[in-house]
């Protein structure tokens, strides 16, 4: 499992840096809005809108127990994230593994959060484990791809650079 997250990670902080296309996705559905709580809203906002979703993310991010969720302006293409605008963005990979998946926890978070420039990361799993710096996301989180249903409730994230938490609320419902 510390290989699937650290793979995550790497796939998330990759797809941040590729390049963008200047499409503009202004008819974009929106899925649903997260709020957000903690001392780094100051910088990232108090909510994430959420205009588009990888639903099947086994080409980006290594699992297919995984959920690709992107702002409206961000979009996967052939596997590549492209961006109208990269200085503000957030891609959110979520996954809830099977007993199948022999993973070492059975939810995990990683999170790029790009505001005006300033780019900060986070992670959890469940059950808390060092390759998610030990922050278990809570028990309100879940991710269900039969019901097409990625659920926030009090989840928790913790940035990896200054180690504070964010909380995270909402849901997210997608076709």
């Known amino acids: 499992?510390?290989?699937?997250?650290?793979?995550?990670?790497?796939?998330?902080?990759?797809l941040?840096?590729?390049?963008?296309s200047s499409s503009d996705d202004s008819d974009s559905d929106v899925y649903g809005t997260?709020?957000?709580?903690?001392?780094d809203t100051a910088v990232v906002g108090s909510s994430l809108i959420v205009g588009n979703i990888d639903s099947d993310a086994l080409d980006t991010t290594g699992t297919s127990?995984?959920?690709?969720?992107?702002d409206k302006n961000t979009t996967i293409e052939n596997g590549e994230l492209e961006s109208s605008d990269f200085s503000n963005a957030f891609i959110?990979?979520?996954a809830e593994f099977t007993p199948e998946d022999e993973a070492a926890a059975e939810k995990t978070i990683s999170m790029t959060i790009i505001k005006n420039g300033v780019q900060m990361s986070y992670v959890c799993s469940t059950?808390?484990?060092?390759?998610a710096d030990n922050m278990d996301c809570g028990t309100g989180f879940s991710v269900d791809k039969a019901e097409k249903q990625v659920v926030?409730?009090?989840?928790?994230?913790?940035?990896?650079?200054?180690?504070?938490?964010?909380?995270?609320?909402?849901?997210i419902q997608y076709d």
């Open 1 to 14: 499992m510390k290989i699937i997250l650290q793979s995550l990670k790497i796939t998330l902080t990759f």
């Open 16 to 20: 941040i840096m590729v390049s963008c």
């Open 34 to 39: 997260i709020q957000l709580s903690g001392a």
């Open 65 to 70: 127990s995984s959920v690709v969720l992107l």
């Open 92 to 94: 959110i990979v979520a």
């Open 127 to 131: 059950p808390a484990i060092s390759a």
């Open 152 to 171: 926030f409730s009090n989840t928790t994230v913790i940035n990896v650079d200054n180690e504070t938490v964010l909380t995270m609320n909402g849901v």
